[in-house]
């Protein structure tokens, strides 16, 4: 079974950057895409961006494109979420995805990935 935990959400002003990272246990993490959400309150979840399992190939929201950078270590299995620019409209609590299988197309919707993590809050004040 795959656990995954993510850390680095917290308050921060509008302008300001965040680090997310999601760290993975119980599983082959190299062999896993993975993939960063969102879901602010009254919302649905939504992708934000994906990274194929060998770093090779990434995917980004047209909401964050150019501010944020997903990036992964195998070594560590570990992937990030280097967030620049933070806006108000980026409040929202932000999950890690792993998606179990194998696949040579990179998964960018909810219902694609198998294991999740259990959110880390992200508030950017205005």
């Known amino acids: 079974q795959v656990q995954l935990v993510e850390s680095g959400g917290g308050l921060v002003q509008a302008g300001g950057s965040l680090r997310l990272s999601c760290a993975a246990s119980?599983?082959?993490?190299?062999?896993?895409?993975m993939g960063w959400f969102r879901q602010a309150p009254g919302k649905e979840r939504e992708v934000v961006a994906a990274?194929?399992?060998?770093?090779?190939?990434?995917y980004y929201a047209d909401s964050v494109k150019g501010r944020f950078t997903i990036s992964r270590d195998n070594a560590k299995s570990t992937v990030y979420l280097q967030m620049y620019s933070l806006k108000p409209e980026d409040t929202a609590v932000y999950y890690c995805?792993?998606?179990?299988?194998?696949?040579?197309?990179?998964?960018?919707?909810?219902?694609?990935?198998?294991?999740w993590g259990q959110g880390t809050q992200v508030t950017v004040s205005s």
């Open positions: 995805a792993a998606k179990g299988t194998f696949s040579y197309l990179l998964p960018r919707t909810r219902d694609e990935y198998d294991y």
């Open positions: 990274i194929s399992w060998t770093g090779g190939t990434t």
């Open positions: 119980g599983g082959t993490f190299g062999n896993y895409a």
